[in-house]
């Protein structure tokens, strides 16, 4: 028999989301006995590119009301959007499918929808497009694609919705939310034996705000602390720097990008992180309560609604309110409510989803 070729078409610098959903359905593909291939597609597009990759991050942190301005560009603009990626990228693409002769392309960029669509059309390739949603709640109009053969989305909500905006109901699928294996599923209610353990995630994209929040996160009595940065090197430079000169206590931790985020996980308690759909996620299957505190503008707007209205956890984006939040529900039982609430969660693993459905039709 002969192995079938699979291209993920993903991001690296746009998040840890893009990273973690593509890792999650290349492994359960491989598992399956395809050869896969992630194609990170911006550097594709030459300096252009690889501007607009590099500066997610410093923009989301340091300049997030430029960030929303391009979000919403490309929220009430798609179709503009999608030809400039497709006029940009169609040369340097078209080389890499070419060389991979995939027998199947998936995209879990929501830039890279439409464009690739056309493109695959316009040259006479019958190559089968997927394209896997990796958003929570209302997500952006770039990610729709009425001409993919396929659209995996992580919930009945966001099926429903785009089958209002006249997708075919043959070609979404709820597929769940695509998470990597070695997220430590908790299937009974974790229990608070001695200490509270709180893993913070990135809680803020403002400087400040994160370090506001974790000076007021350490008044609480009884507690221990990891803070990780991820890809947020001025944040992880910051927090360090304070750490050497003792501003931070001994029962905080300072994390830059780990490869282990699964042990811290399973050992929290409580999760303090923005509204990024990957880290919700996987905090509701390892079974840890949720505090949102804070968002991307435009992207994560509405996120934090999956965490309250499933009984996960809550909100909290301002700093000066975060200790009298987070005191008042873990001595009135309710942290406790949470941790229960949680592991009767129905997520599925949409990467073994996916990879099952590929098995059946290519």
Not at 91 to 119: G, H, W
Request: net charge positive; aromatic share 10%.
């Amino acid at each position: 028999m002969i192995m079938k070729n699979v291209l993920i078409l993903t991001s690296i610098k746009t998040g840890s989301g893009h990273r973690s959903s593509s890792n999650a359905i290349e492994k359960k593909l491989i598992d399956a006995g395809y050869n896969t291939r992630q194609l990170d597609v911006f550097p594709l597009m030459g300096k252009m590119g690889d501007l607009m990759e590099n500066s997610y991050i410093p923009l989301t942190t340091r300049a997030p009301m430029v960030y929303y301005f391009c979000e919403r560009v490309s929220e009430y603009f798609p179709r503009f959007i999608h030809t400039e990626m497709y006029f940009r990228l169609k040369k340097n693409l078209l080389k890499e499918i070419r060389r991979f002769k995939p027998d199947l392309i998936i995209s879990v960029q929501c830039m890279f929808t439409q464009a690739i669509s056309y493109m695959l059309k316009r040259n006479k390739l019958k190559i089968p497009f997927y394209v896997g949603v990796i958003d929570l709640v209302d997500p952006p109009s770039v990610w729709r694609d009425k001409s993919a053969d396929m659209t995996f989305v992580p919930t009945d909500a966001i099926r429903n919705d785009y089958l209002e905006r006249g997708f075919s109901k043959d070609r979404v699928l709820v597929s769940g939310f695509p998470v990597r294996d070695d997220i430590i599923v908790s299937s009974e209610p974790k229990k608070i034996e001695d200490k509270i353990r709180i893993l913070m995630v990135n809680t803020s994209t403002d400087l400040n705000k994160n370090i506001a929040f974790l000076r007021e996160v350490c008044r609480l009595r009884n507690i221990s602390v990891d803070f990780i940065c991820g890809l947020d090197e001025h944040l992880h430079k910051k927090l360090t720097a304070m750490a050497r000169k003792g501003d931070i206590p001994d029962f905080v931790r300072i994390h830059g990008f780990i490869n282990n985020m699964n042990e811290f996980m399973a050992k929290s308690h409580i999760i303090l992180t923005k509204a990024g759909p990957n880290v919700i996620v996987e905090s509701v299957r390892s079974g840890t309560a949720i505090v949102i505190t804070g968002h991307i503008h435009g992207q994560e707007d509405n996120n934090y609604r999956y965490v309250v209205d499933n009984g996960y956890g809550l909100r909290c984006e301002d700093p000066e309110r975060i200790y009298d939040v987070l005191d008042d529900f873990i001595r009135t039982g309710r942290l406790q409510k949470y941790l229960e609430n949680i592991t009767r969660h129905e997520i599925g693993n949409g990467a073994e989803y996916i990879a099952n459905y590929v098995k059946m039709h290519i």
